[in-house]
């Protein structure tokens, strides 16, 4: 069983690298994301914007939200695979089948969150900016 743990925790490891560094490459080649030694312009000696276009902390706050939804969305791939297998491995046994039914539970209950984290976070801009404007 220990054999088994370590290996998901190596494979959940690994997707989150890929995500994370897929991320950073993606950012990297559409200039989003400026390296470490370059951040400062030599020509008017300006620091740019690490995060690229983002100036606001609304835009900061979807970027992370972005972010968040990438490596979840990942990772939910992962365990919902990972929840196939135990039900196939299950292979009959009452309670095999109520853990791997329950896994599946909590996967779609975490999609759900992060995904609904988007519209939640619409609806409370939405709701400051109209409450600023007396609306």
Do not use: W
């Amino acid at each position: 069983m220990k054999k088994n743990k370590l290996i998901l925790n190596i494979v959940i490891g690994a997707v989150m690298l890929v995500a994370v560094f897929g991320l950073n490459f993606v950012n990297i080649f559409q200039g989003n994301i400026v390296h470490a030694a370059t951040t400062v312009n030599d020509t008017n000696g300006k620091i740019t914007n690490p995060l690229g276009g983002t100036t606001t902390l609304d835009q900061v706050l979807n970027l992370i939200i972005t972010t968040v939804q990438v490596i979840a969305g990942i990772l939910s791939v992962v365990y919902i695979i990972l929840a196939g297998l135990k039900f196939v491995l299950a292979a009959g046994d009452p309670a095999k089948i109520t853990k791997a039914r329950a896994m599946l539970l909590y996967v779609v209950i975490g999609i759900a969150i992060i995904f609904g984290a988007q519209a939640i976070s619409i609806v409370v801009r939405a709701t400051i900016t109209q409450v600023g404007s007396g609306q």
